[in-house]
């Protein structure tokens, strides 16, 4: 049972225009989530993360929200760049001290179209 | 510090061999996660230590996979004996407590 999903394997945007991930999870003791991109031949880097206290934290071009009533969280990026075509994973972290183990989502391919 | 560092980057066995994956988390992480790659399944968490010790390994798919952090420096994923199904691409990961983990670049394994 996947704790962690994203429904779009793939999404086409305009440079210059917003770029909308989305990602829903099923358990709602998760309280932290992040975002990580990967490039081809690359081990995924992290790109940002919001604790489960707060609904909205950014970073440059990069805003992740937090929904928790619906269970869902989106990552934006505005303006888009041809850099940023990469694969883009959520992840979330259980509650409870000790508990380090991160779920990851299966993975939204961005392309940004020059 | 170098970050995460996997070896070897590429391997390609035949069916029936024994495969070892080794790991050197950045230093002064706690927590040490081995992920498998697939188109089907993402990235699929197998085993997951902390300051040294197993704590879940039912990603683990068989008795095939084993895995072991003898230190704080040094993890191994062995596949014994390995089969076509497993090639996957396969990460090692590292983290310090809640905060973000960091991943090595992976080692791409292909049994033929």
């Known amino acids: 049972d996947q704790q962690v999903k994203q429904n779009s394997p793939s999404l086409s945007v305009q440079e210059g225009r917003i770029s909308i991930l989305n990602c829903d999870y099923t358990n709602s003791m998760f309280d932290y989530f992040l975002w990580y991109k990967k490039y081809p031949a690359e081990g995924p880097t992290f790109l940002i993360s919001i604790s489960s206290i707060k609904d909205k934290n950014e970073d440059g071009r990069f805003t992740v929200f937090l929904n928790k009533s619906a269970k869902h969280l989106s990552l934006h990026i505005v303006p888009s760049q041809p850099g940023d075509s990469a694969v883009y994973f959520c992840?979330?972290?259980?509650?409870?001290?000790?508990?380090?183990?991160?779920?990851f989502g299966k993975g939204t391919k961005l392309s940004v179209i020059p | 510090d170098a970050g995460v560092i996997q070896s070897p980057r590429h391997e390609v066995t035949e069916m029936g061999q024994e495969v070892t994956l080794r790991c050197k988390p950045i230093s002064g992480h706690n927590s040490l996660f081995w992920y498998r790659q697939t188109m089907m399944r993402g990235l699929e968490l197998l085993i997951y230590f902390n300051n040294n010790v197993p704590i879940d390994d039912s990603g683990m798919p068989e008795d095939r996979f084993s895995a072991k952090m003898p230190n704080a420096s040094f993890s191994t994923l062995k596949i014994q004996p390995s089969e076509p199904r497993d090639s996957a691409v396969y990460f090692c990961?590292?983290?310090?407590?809640?905060?973000?983990?960091?991943f090595g670049q992976g080692t791409r394994l292909t049994v033929v």
């Open positions: 992840a979330a972290n259980p509650p409870g001290a000790g508990s380090y183990q991160l779920t």
């Open positions: 990961a590292s983290r310090l407590m809640a905060r973000e983990a960091f």
